[in-house]
Nanobody, 122 residues
Framework: QVQLVESGGGLVQAGGSLRLSCSAS????????MGWFRQAPGKAREFVAL????????MSANSVQGRFTMSGDSAKNTMYMEMSSLKPEDTAVYYC???????????????WGQGTQVTVSS
């Protein structure tokens, strides 16, 4: 069983930056792709970004392109998401997920973290 632990959330003013981390207890063929999803109050969870551990494949939602960037440290089994130019509409619980396909769909991810809150004040 793979465990994912997110960290780095918090309260930030609009225009600010945060870095989220997702640490995996181990890596298997079922965790070759790491994704971030978020869920704002009263809304469905949505795809944010994904990357494979090689960094050769990345994908992000239109709403965060140019502002959010993923990177990974294979030696630490940790994936990061740098978030800049944050907006109040980025406020949500952010979830890390691990899967084996490059997909924006939740159903394609095998493991999930517990989530970390990001709040952007205006």
């Amino acid at each position: 069983q793979v465990q994912l632990v997110e960290s780095g959330g918090g309260l930030v003013q609009a225009g600010g930056s945060l870095r989220l981390s997702c640490s995996a207890s181990t890596r298997t063929w079922r965790t070759t792709v790491m994704g971030w999803f978020r869920q704002a109050p009263g809304k469905a969870r949505e795809f944010v970004a994904l990357a494979d551990w090689s960094g050769g494949h990345t994908m992000s939602a239109n709403s965060v392109q140019g502002r959010f960037t993923m990177s990974g440290d294979s030696a630490k089994n940790t994936m990061y998401m740098e978030m800049s130019s944050l907006k109040p509409e980025d406020t949500a619980v952010y979830y890390c997920a691990a899967g084996s396909v490059l997909s924006r769909l939740e159903i394609d991810y095998n493991y999930w973290g517990q989530g970390t809150q990001v709040t952007v004040s205006s």
